[in-house]
């Protein structure tokens, strides 16, 4: 039996050597999809790692409204806030939430800010928050970070994403930029940033991502990038926003993604019980 088992195999090389076809590779042993998943988390842990540092200032958060680094009865608003934002994208499987108002000054940034930190103190969700409103940036100086370069010229495609961006703790990040930046729609629906989009998700798989967008009604920025985002969350300052811009925003992000709600901030007067004692 070797002999003709021999003999097959020289004549299959000698046919091979004829004919100019390779000889067959020997099949490789099949991986497992548990040895492939250990190896995914392997590399987003270490991405997630390689990222620099940062410790915000607690009294300087403090001193620009940004109150969930830890929990306590300030934060309890945003928490709420997260449960039901966290409750709504996993139930539609979103991940990509934008954050805007209808004009400037109503707290868009510490809203986002607040909702990143405050997704950010569930150990078990990575979170990463984009600074988008590239005409008046704002969050490198809320929270004194000196990236090595601003997101605006990631979306150039000039460098990296890690450049622009910090990490706190082990599961959040947050990409900035240094001073405002020209021609901001044409970066945000510039032909790189969708390939951005798909390697940042793939390579820190990131549960909730958060973009801090522009106002609305000041420019087209974020029309321009809103059909890239799963949901978007519209922020509206009591007092001050009228409801006919409320209406028009809402009309208008309905077209491009799904609202996922309304915020008023800064108001003022509340009910005596608001917050349940606390």
């Known amino acids: 039996m070797e002999k003709i088992q021999a003999a097959i195999a020289k004549a299959r090389a ?83 939430l934008a954050i805007t108002s209808p004009g400037p000054g109503c707290g868009k940034s510490t809203v986002a800010l607040n909702l990143a930190f405050s997704l950010a103190r569930q150990p078990d969700l990575r979170v ?16 004194g ?27 959040l990040a947050i990409a900035v930029n240094l001073a405002p930046a020209r021609a901001a729609a044409e970066l945000l629906s510039g032909p790189v940033v969708p390939s951005i989009l798909d390697a940042m998700m793939a390579r820190y798989a990131p549960d909730v991502v958060i973009f801090d967008m522009p106002p609305m009604l000041a420019t087209d920025d974020t029309i321009a990038f809103l059909p890239r985002v799963d949901c978007a969350l519209l922020v509206a300052a009591a007092e001050t ?17 799904n609202v996922m709600g309304i915020v008023l901030n800064k108001c003022r007067y509340m009910e005596a019980d608001y917050g349940y004692g606390y």
Not at 58 to 81: I, Q, Y
Not at 145 to 171: F, I, Q
Not at 242 to 256: F, G, M, S, T, Y
């Open 14 to 96: 000698t046919r091979d050597a004829q004919t100019g076809l390779p000889t067959p590779l020997a099949t490789p042993a099949a991986v497992l999809p548990e040895e492939l998943a250990a190896t995914a988390a392997q590399d987003i842990a270490a991405a997630w790692a390689a990222l620099p540092g940062f410790t915000p200032d607690p009294l300087r958060l403090r001193e620009h409204h940004v109150v969930t680094l830890s929990v306590g009865s300030e934060s309890a608003p945003f928490d709420g806030m997260r449960t039901r934002a966290l409750q709504q994208m996993r139930a539609n499987g979103w991940r990509k």
């Open 128 to 143: 990463i928050l984009l600074e988008l409103d590239l005409r008046r940036p704002t969050l490198a100086r809320t929270l």
């Open 145 to 171: 970070l000196h990236p090595d370069a601003s997101l605006a010229e990631v979306l150039k495609g000039n460098v990296a994403l890690e450049a622009a961006m910090r990490r706190h703790g082990n599961n």
């Open 241 to 257: 926003t009228a409801v006919k811009e409320i209406d028009n925003c809402e009309r208008e992000i309905a077209a491009q993604t």
